[in-house]
Protein backbone atom coordinates (compact mmCIF):
# COMPACT_ATOMS: atom_id res chain seq x y z
CA UNK A 1 0.00 0.00 0.00
CA UNK A 2 1.00 3.13 -0.97
CA UNK A 3 2.25 5.62 1.78
CA UNK A 4 4.29 7.19 4.48
CA UNK A 5 5.62 5.04 7.04
CA UNK A 6 6.73 6.26 10.13
CA UNK A 7 8.93 4.42 13.22
CA UNK A 8 8.46 3.92 16.10
CA UNK A 9 4.44 4.26 16.74
CA UNK A 10 5.29 5.47 20.53
CA UNK A 11 8.52 5.65 22.75
CA UNK A 12 9.12 6.66 26.46
CA UNK A 13 12.96 8.48 26.80
CA UNK A 14 14.85 9.33 29.27
CA UNK A 15 16.27 12.66 28.99
CA UNK A 16 19.63 13.30 27.80
CA UNK A 17 19.13 10.12 24.80
CA UNK A 18 19.84 10.17 21.44
CA UNK A 19 16.54 9.29 19.39
CA UNK A 20 15.72 9.10 15.62
CA UNK A 21 12.62 9.03 14.29
CA UNK A 22 12.08 7.43 10.80
CA UNK A 23 10.03 8.22 8.06
CA UNK A 24 9.72 6.81 4.82
CA UNK A 25 7.58 7.34 1.99
CA UNK A 26 6.68 5.33 -1.44
CA UNK A 27 4.91 8.16 -3.71
CA UNK A 28 7.96 9.10 -5.04
CA UNK A 29 7.26 13.25 -3.46
CA UNK A 30 9.88 15.45 -3.40
CA UNK A 31 8.80 17.39 -0.55
CA UNK A 32 9.01 16.35 2.95
CA UNK A 33 8.39 17.71 6.65
CA UNK A 34 8.18 16.82 9.79
CA UNK A 35 6.01 18.57 12.43
CA UNK A 36 5.22 18.50 15.92
CA UNK A 37 1.59 18.77 17.58
CA UNK A 38 0.79 19.95 20.92
CA UNK A 39 -2.60 20.30 22.33
CA UNK A 40 -3.89 23.60 22.19
CA UNK A 41 -1.38 24.43 19.40
CA UNK A 42 -1.61 24.36 15.78
CA UNK A 43 0.84 22.13 13.69
CA UNK A 44 4.81 23.42 14.02
CA UNK A 45 7.38 23.03 11.26
CA UNK A 46 10.51 21.66 12.84
CA UNK A 47 12.61 20.99 9.35
CA UNK A 48 11.78 20.53 5.91
CA UNK A 49 13.25 19.18 2.81
CA UNK A 50 12.03 20.19 -0.60
CA UNK A 51 14.22 17.75 -2.64
CA UNK A 52 16.98 15.14 -1.64
CA UNK A 53 19.88 16.42 -0.41
CA UNK A 54 18.31 19.38 0.92
CA UNK A 55 16.90 20.25 4.30
CA UNK A 56 15.44 23.77 5.94
CA UNK A 57 14.72 25.01 9.42
CA UNK A 58 11.21 25.45 10.40
CA UNK A 59 9.54 27.35 13.05
CA UNK A 60 10.94 25.18 15.92
CA UNK A 61 13.93 23.85 14.80
CA UNK A 62 16.44 24.14 17.84
CA UNK A 63 17.28 20.53 18.99
CA UNK A 64 16.57 18.61 16.17
CA UNK A 65 17.75 17.61 12.66
CA UNK A 66 17.22 15.73 9.80
CA UNK A 67 18.76 14.10 6.52
CA UNK A 68 17.95 13.70 3.29
CA UNK A 69 19.88 11.06 1.90
CA UNK A 70 17.34 9.97 -1.12
CA UNK A 71 13.87 10.69 -2.08
CA UNK A 72 12.10 7.96 0.17
CA UNK A 73 14.20 8.46 3.79
CA UNK A 74 13.94 11.29 6.13
CA UNK A 75 15.08 10.61 9.68
CA UNK A 76 14.19 13.28 12.51
CA UNK A 77 16.71 13.09 15.26
CA UNK A 78 16.73 14.15 18.66
CA UNK A 79 20.71 15.03 19.71
CA UNK A 80 19.87 15.22 23.49
CA UNK A 81 16.33 14.88 24.42
CA UNK A 82 14.78 17.31 26.73
CA UNK A 83 10.96 16.98 28.26
CA UNK A 84 9.83 19.80 26.29
CA UNK A 85 9.97 17.89 23.28
CA UNK A 86 7.33 15.46 24.56
CA UNK A 87 5.01 15.42 21.99
CA UNK A 88 3.63 13.88 19.06
CA UNK A 89 5.66 14.22 16.24
CA UNK A 90 4.18 13.53 12.32
CA UNK A 91 6.03 13.28 9.13
CA UNK A 92 4.19 14.26 5.89
CA UNK A 93 5.13 14.60 2.14
CA UNK A 94 3.55 16.33 -1.02
CA UNK A 95 4.49 16.19 -4.76
CA UNK A 96 3.97 19.93 -4.38
CA UNK A 97 7.31 21.77 -2.72
CA UNK A 98 5.61 25.22 -2.87
CA UNK A 99 2.79 24.11 0.23
CA UNK A 100 -0.20 24.17 -2.31
CA UNK A 101 -0.06 20.47 -2.51
CA UNK A 102 -2.24 17.97 -0.76
CA UNK A 103 0.42 16.69 2.25
CA UNK A 104 0.04 13.31 3.08
CA UNK A 105 0.68 12.14 7.03
CA UNK A 106 2.34 9.40 8.68
CA UNK A 107 0.50 7.86 11.42
CA UNK A 108 2.49 9.71 14.05
CA UNK A 109 4.74 9.24 16.77
CA UNK A 110 4.57 9.68 19.99
CA UNK A 111 6.78 10.71 22.32
CA UNK A 112 7.51 10.51 26.08
CA UNK A 113 10.50 12.58 27.55
CA UNK A 114 11.37 11.85 31.05
CA UNK B 1 2.13 38.66 13.07
CA UNK B 2 0.62 35.96 10.76
CA UNK B 3 -2.31 34.16 12.32
CA UNK B 4 -5.17 31.66 11.67
CA UNK B 5 -8.42 32.23 14.12
CA UNK B 6 -10.43 28.98 14.58
CA UNK B 7 -12.93 28.17 17.48
CA UNK B 8 -11.82 25.53 20.03
CA UNK B 9 -14.49 23.12 19.82
CA UNK B 10 -17.79 23.14 18.69
CA UNK B 11 -21.57 20.72 19.08
CA UNK B 12 -23.43 19.88 16.39
CA UNK B 13 -26.77 17.44 16.14
CA UNK B 14 -26.09 14.11 14.44
CA UNK B 15 -27.99 15.22 10.43
CA UNK B 16 -27.95 18.64 11.18
CA UNK B 17 -25.53 21.11 9.21
CA UNK B 18 -22.66 22.90 10.88
CA UNK B 19 -20.16 25.88 9.79
CA UNK B 20 -16.89 25.82 10.93
CA UNK B 21 -15.66 29.74 10.55
CA UNK B 22 -11.83 30.23 9.48
CA UNK B 23 -10.21 33.81 9.80
CA UNK B 24 -6.66 34.46 8.60
CA UNK B 25 -4.00 36.88 9.33
CA UNK B 26 -0.87 36.16 5.97
CA UNK B 27 1.52 38.05 4.70
CA UNK B 28 0.29 37.42 1.16
CA UNK B 29 -1.99 34.61 0.19
CA UNK B 30 -1.14 31.15 -2.02
CA UNK B 31 -4.38 29.15 -0.64
CA UNK B 32 -6.10 28.12 1.88
CA UNK B 33 -6.48 24.33 2.91
CA UNK B 34 -8.89 22.17 5.45
CA UNK B 35 -7.92 18.98 6.91
CA UNK B 36 -9.77 15.85 9.11
CA UNK B 37 -8.23 14.82 12.11
CA UNK B 38 -9.44 12.07 13.96
CA UNK B 39 -8.44 11.85 17.63
CA UNK B 40 -5.04 10.08 17.81
CA UNK B 41 -4.61 9.80 14.13
CA UNK B 42 -3.40 11.63 11.66
CA UNK B 43 -5.22 14.62 9.20
CA UNK B 44 -6.12 14.37 6.03
CA UNK B 45 -6.42 16.75 3.46
CA UNK B 46 -10.62 17.82 3.20
CA UNK B 47 -9.88 20.90 0.40
CA UNK B 48 -7.92 23.37 -1.15
CA UNK B 49 -9.03 26.77 -2.06
CA UNK B 50 -7.41 29.97 -3.91
CA UNK B 51 -10.28 31.79 -5.25
CA UNK B 52 -13.23 33.28 -3.76
CA UNK B 53 -16.10 31.53 -3.89
CA UNK B 54 -18.00 27.95 -2.53
CA UNK B 55 -16.64 24.38 -3.66
CA UNK B 56 -18.67 21.34 -2.74
CA UNK B 57 -17.22 18.09 -2.47
CA UNK B 58 -20.27 15.55 -1.36
CA UNK B 59 -21.24 16.60 2.18
CA UNK B 60 -18.32 18.92 2.91
CA UNK B 61 -18.42 22.45 1.37
CA UNK B 62 -15.59 24.91 1.66
CA UNK B 63 -15.65 28.76 0.87
CA UNK B 64 -13.36 31.78 0.59
CA UNK B 65 -13.43 34.98 0.49
CA UNK B 66 -10.13 36.61 0.46
CA UNK B 67 -11.41 40.31 0.21
CA UNK B 68 -12.70 39.06 4.14
CA UNK B 69 -9.49 36.84 5.02
CA UNK B 70 -12.17 34.37 5.63
CA UNK B 71 -13.36 30.98 5.36
CA UNK B 72 -15.21 28.07 6.40
CA UNK B 73 -16.09 24.21 6.07
CA UNK B 74 -19.48 23.12 6.03
CA UNK B 75 -20.76 19.94 6.48
CA UNK B 76 -24.32 18.37 5.90
CA UNK B 77 -26.16 15.60 6.82
CA UNK B 78 -23.04 15.26 9.65
CA UNK B 79 -22.86 11.99 10.64
CA UNK B 80 -20.84 10.53 14.01
CA UNK B 81 -17.89 9.96 12.12
CA UNK B 82 -17.48 13.27 11.53
CA UNK B 83 -16.62 13.72 15.37
CA UNK B 84 -13.15 14.77 14.97
CA UNK B 85 -11.03 18.14 14.60
CA UNK B 86 -10.75 20.52 11.89
CA UNK B 87 -8.02 22.33 11.05
CA UNK B 88 -7.16 25.38 8.81
CA UNK B 89 -4.42 26.37 7.20
CA UNK B 90 -3.15 29.41 4.98
CA UNK B 91 -0.39 29.31 2.51
CA UNK B 92 1.28 32.57 2.83
CA UNK B 93 3.42 35.02 0.08
CA UNK B 94 6.40 32.81 0.99
CA UNK B 95 4.85 29.53 0.15
CA UNK B 96 5.00 28.65 4.16
CA UNK B 97 1.86 26.83 5.78
CA UNK B 98 0.18 28.69 9.28
CA UNK B 99 -1.63 25.94 10.80
CA UNK B 100 -4.33 27.08 12.81
CA UNK B 101 -4.58 25.36 16.14
CA UNK B 102 -7.89 23.58 15.35
CA UNK B 103 -11.64 22.72 16.05
CA UNK B 104 -13.19 19.65 17.91
CA UNK B 105 -16.17 19.29 16.21
CA UNK B 106 -18.68 17.57 18.52
CA UNK B 107 -21.35 15.22 17.26
CA UNK B 108 -24.38 14.25 19.58
CA UNK B 109 -27.23 11.78 18.74
Known amino acids: IAGITQAPTSQILAAGRRMTLRCTQD?????MYWYRQDLGLGLRLIHY???????GKGEVPDGYSVSRANTDDFPLTLASAVPSQTSVYFC?????????????FGEGSRLTVL | GQNIDQPTEMTATEGAIVQINCTYQ??????LFWYQQHAGEAPTFLSY??LDGLEEKGRFSSFLSRSKGYSYLLLKELQMKDSASYLC??????????WGAGTKLIIKP
Open chain 1, 92 to 104: ASSDSSLNTGELF
Open chain 2, 26 to 31: TSGFNG
Open chain 1, 27 to 31: MRHNA
Open chain 2, 89 to 98: AGVDSNYQLI
Open chain 1, 49 to 55: SNTAGTT
Open chain 2, 49 to 50: NV
